[in-house]
C-alpha cells in the first residue's frame, strides 16, 4: 500500500537532479540499521559515485535508527521505484521516497512511516544523519593534508572538538574509517586533535561487522 498522508514533518524537496529514499525496520541499534542501509545501496544506486547514505536517530514512533540515501535521478521513480524497493528490502521496511519534488510517496508497516519520513526529509535537507558512504571516501586513508580532504571527497567543512587547528594540519586516517554528519546543510568532519598539527577523526573505530556488510 502506497500513501501521502503521513504529516510527521514538513515537506522537504530533493536536490536537483537526485532522489531521496528513507528507510526503516525500527532499528535499535546502529549496526542493524548500517545492514539495512547496505542493502539499500545496493539495490538502488551499487554503481553511481555520487551515492550519499546515512544513518539518523529519529524519534518516531520512538526513538530508533532509520537510514537514508540520496542518489542521482534516473531509472524508476515514484511507485514503480517505492514497489521495487519494497521486494527487495521485503515487506517489513517502511519507506519514503523524496523527488525530483516534495515528499510523494510512503510504503510499508503503519509504525515505521514517519521514522523512514524523517530520515528521508533530514537527508533532503542535509540537516541531519551521520554519513556512511559520500563520494570520495575511498580516498580518505593515512596522512592527509586538509585541504586534500576538502578537495577529494564530498566532506565540505572541518571542524575540530577540541579546539583550533592550524590550516597546514593533516588528518591521519586509520582503516579508511571517516563518518561525516549531515549538518545545517554542509557535511561536516568532526575531528579531534592529538598533536599541534594532526587531527583525527572524531569517531575512530569500526563498528562490529560481519560478511557482506
Request: a negative charge.
Amino acid at each position: 500500500m502506497i500513501d501521502t498522508a503521513v504529516p510527521a514533518v514538513p515537506l522537504a524537496a530533493a536536490p536537483a537532479g537526485r532522489r531521496v529514499v528513507g528507510a526503516t525496520r525500527l532499528d535499535a541499534d546502529a549496526h542493524d540499521a548500517e545492514h539495512l542501509l547496505a542493502d539499500l545501496v545496493r539495490v538502488v544506486a551499487a554503481n553511481d559515485p555520487s551515492v550519499v547514505a546515512c544513518t539518523h536517530l529519529v524519534s518516531s514512533p520512538w526513538r530508533h535508527v532509520a537510514v537514508s540515501v540520496s542518489f542521482a535521478a534516473a531509472g524508476p521513480a515514484g511507485p514503480e521505484l517505492v514497489a521495487g524497493l519494497a521486494a527487495a528490502l521485503g515487506e517489513d521496511v517502511a519507506l519514503a521516497a523524496i523527488g525530483p519534488g516534495p515528499v510523494t510517496l510512503h510504503r510499508g508497516p503503519d509504525q515505521g512511516r514517519r521514522g523512514a519520513r524523517e530520515a528521508a526529509v533530514e537527508h533532503a535537507t542535509r540537516s541531519e544523519g551521520k554519513v556512511v558512504v559520500f563520494p570520495g571516501q575511498q580516498a580518505l586513508v593515512g596522512e592527509l593534508p586538509l585541504a586534500e580532504v576538502l578537495t577529494a571527497s564530498a566532506v565540505e567543512q572541518i571542524e575540530c572538538l577540541s579546539g583550533a587547528y592550524e590550516p597546514d594540519s593533516t588528518l591521519r586516517v586509520v582503516g579508511g574509517f571517516v563518518r561525516p554528519r549531515l549538518r545545517a546543510g554542509a557535511m561536516v568532519l568532526h575531528c579531534s586533535s592529538p598533536g599541534p598539527r594532526e587531527l583525527v577523526p572524531w569517531e575512530m573505530e569500526n563498528p562490529p561487522q560481519c560478511g557482506g556488510h
